[in-house]
């Protein structure tokens, strides 16, 4: 397990997303950079909560890895070479995210 670091201001928070994201995030790691515009703008946005992660996720209906020229086939041969691909799975990711130290500014 993965405790948070108090120094660093580490949270454990929930990051939700669509499958055909899933492969970029996990070989090449969150970019803010490369996002799209979200509510508060260009961004990788994170949620204590899993409720709030749901709106961003979308479903992943079947096992792709037979099929080269599908967008998910690479996602599907990384992660499902050992265990069978259940049908209508969603992705959440749990990350050690640094939060840093916060600032206030006044009206």
Do not use: M
Not at 77 to 91: A, E
């Amino acid at each position: 397990s993965v405790e948070p670091r108090a120094e660093a201001n580490e949270a454990l928070l929930l990051h939700g997303t669509k499958p055909h994201h899933l492969h970029s995030i996990l070989f090449e790691g969150l970019d803010p950079q490369i996002s799209s515009d979200g509510l508060f703008g260009r961004g990788t946005y994170f949620a204590e909560d899993a409720a709030k992660v749901d709106q961003y996720l979308g479903v992943d209906l079947r096992d792709r890895k037979g099929e080269p020229a599908h967008a998910l086939h690479r996602l599907h041969h990384k992660l499902y070479t050992n265990l069978p691909h259940k049908g209508h799975v969603y992705y959440v990711l749990v990350c050690s995210v640094a939060l840093g130290d916060p600032s206030r500014t006044r009206d």
